[in-house]
């Protein structure tokens, strides 16, 4: 079993920041990848940023410059620190994993509770 605890949202002012963790535990040989997806109200869940375990990363564009993903491989704890905030950034933070359990195993997805993050203007 896995568990993914995210923490760091809450209510900030448009031009603020905020930094997520998502701390991932358990039954983990290797991780794949470690990254964060948000959903707003009507919308579909999106990628926000994904790093990868050779440290690549992934943005998407109207984050870039705005966002940073990073991770403490020791802790397989994820973070991103999300400056000049703005409302439309409001929306339920997600984190994902991929991982094995085990040398032999298959690649699985885990996704955490999410996090609410609101952006007032």
């Known amino acids: 079993q896995v568990q993914l605890v995210e923490s760091g949202g809450g209510l900030v002012q448009a031009g603020g920041s905020l930094r997520l963790s998502c701390a991932a535990s358990?039954?983990?040989?290797?991780?794949?990848?470690m990254g964060w997806y948000r959903q707003a109200p009507g919308k579909q869940r999106e990628l926000v940023a994904d790093i990868f375990s050779d440290g690549t990363t992934t943005y998407v564009d109207s984050m870039k410059g705005r966002f940073t993903i990073s991770i403490d491989n020791a802790k397989n704890t994820v973070y991103l620190q999300m400056n000049s905030l703005k409302s439309e950034d409001t929306a339920v933070y997600y984190c994902r994993v991929v991982a094995r359990k085990d040398p032999r195993s298959s690649v699985y997805t885990y996704w955490g509770q999410g996090t609410q993050v609101t952006v007032s203007s």
């Open positions: 358990g039954s983990i040989f290797s991780v794949n990848a």
